[in-house]
């Protein structure tokens, strides 16, 4: 079993999110507390099942005094919420994609491996905070540099960043919203 524990602070010193990974022989565990300063501010908590191929299988989000939102996959992209009611609009989906961590980005990055040129498009469960609302998000990662670097893109936005990762495929860097600082 290994144990990395991993620190970041948003671009700007408004948010900082401290996060423990844990990956066993057929499981891993990320779980981690993240607090905004921004606007009016808040605390969230989030943990996320894994397993060994980096497929997403429970994953837990809450924001301190609000709804707590549990979610349920099967690595196949069948999701159920936490009263096991199938999630419909993440039919296919695999990965989970936090609005407040960089982390997520870990989740396709070692899962994919080293995709093909041109990159590997996919579809991400997208939560953002602090309302926890969850939409499907098309998404580009194109593997830059085997073990340094990859770029992110949101296929229906333009949106696009070079990540530099770590040797366990964890961002350092992500220009303009995070940056890793343990």
Not at 44 to 54: E, G, H, L
Not at 77 to 101: E, F, H, K, M, Y
Not at 138 to 159: A, I, M, V
Request: with cysteine; net charge neutral.
């Amino acid at each position: 079993m290994k144990r990395i524990v991993a620190r970041w602070a948003g671009w700007d010193g408004g948010s900082l999110e401290h996060l423990v990974l844990t990956l066993g022989a057929g499981e891993i565990v990320a779980d981690a507390v993240h607090v905004s300063g921004q606007d009016d501010g808040y605390a969230a908590r989030y943990r996320i099942v894994c397993d060994a191929a980096w497929r997403t299988h429970l994953m837990e989000i809450e924001v301190t005094g609000a709804d707590r939102r549990l979610l349920r996959a099967d690595g196949r992209g069948n999701w159920t919420d936490g009263q096991g009611r199938v999630v419909s609009v993440l039919a296919g989906v695999i990965d989970p994609d936090l609005s407040i961590t960089p982390f997520t980005n870990t989740l396709p990055i070692r899962r994919l491996g080293r995709p093909p040129p041109g990159g590997t498009a996919i579809e991400t469960a997208w939560v953002s905070f602090p309302d926890l609302a969850i939409h499907r998000d098309p998404q580009r990662y194109t593997c830059l540099g085997p073990g340094r670097r990859w770029r992110y893109e949101s296929r229906d936005s333009g949106f696009s960043r070079e990540l530099e990762i770590d040797a366990d495929g964890l961002v350092v860097s992500y220009p303009g919203l995070f940056r890793r600082i343990a």
